[in-house]
């Protein structure tokens, strides 16, 4: 059982360059999301999405799109990528909250990708 | 607006002592929280949850207290192990609403 699988791990973009952040799931789970991860700052909510073909912004979502074509994937792009971007993503899924109550608080996040912007 | 705060970045506890990591809120509304740990190059990973309802909860070394009144939550682990060291996130949800993360406190257990 993989859970929540984030690819790539690692990679460095040059300024204005695009990229994509793939995130798959398997727990079969309906809310998906997106956070980054700064020094002093915490987890950070950019996108989600509470079901296949939805998104909604999150508290930082400049500079980023979304998709989540199939329930099981979440895409995160960067159209053109800024310094201010070097960070660490991680992906998270969840239960719904309205069919399990409490476990919809409960994510399951992936090990992360490292992206420098230089 | 940092609904949830982890006042300390960092802490260091000797193996075997009680370690006590602190939360604050400010949102009277949130009613379920969490207790996540993070290992370095992993993802966090739940720990352990509380409700409103609740002022304390206990699974194995790990409690979680709960002060509606102060707003204030606290993680306790008895006893400290080295595999403890992480960064340890609070984090909170009202309703239905997504869960919002502290900023996290870095626990260092020393042998």
Known sequence: NAGVTQTPKFRVLKTGQSMTLLCAQDMNHEYMYWYRQDPGMGLRLIHYSVGEGTTAKGEVPDGYNVSRLKKQNFLLGLESAAPSQTSVYFCASSYSLAGTGVEGHRYTFGSGTRLTVV | ?111
């Open chain 2, 1 to 111: 607006d940092q609904q949830v705060k982890q006042n300390s970045p960092s802490l260091s506890v000797q193996e075997g002592r009680i370690s006590i990591l602190n939360c604050d809120y400010t949102n009277s509304m949130f009613d379920y929280f969490l207790w996540y740990k993070k290992y370095p190059a992993e993802g966090p990973t739940f720990l352990i949850s509380i409700s409103s309802i609740k002022d304390k909860n206990e699974d194995g070394r790990f409690t979680v207290f709960l002060n509606k009144s102060a707003k204030h939550l606290s993680l306790h682990i008895v006893p400290s192990q080295p595999g403890d060291s992480a960064v340890y996130f609070c984090a909170a949800s009202a309703g239905y609403q997504k869960v919002t993360f502290g900023t996290g406190t870095k626990l260092q257990v020393i042998p």
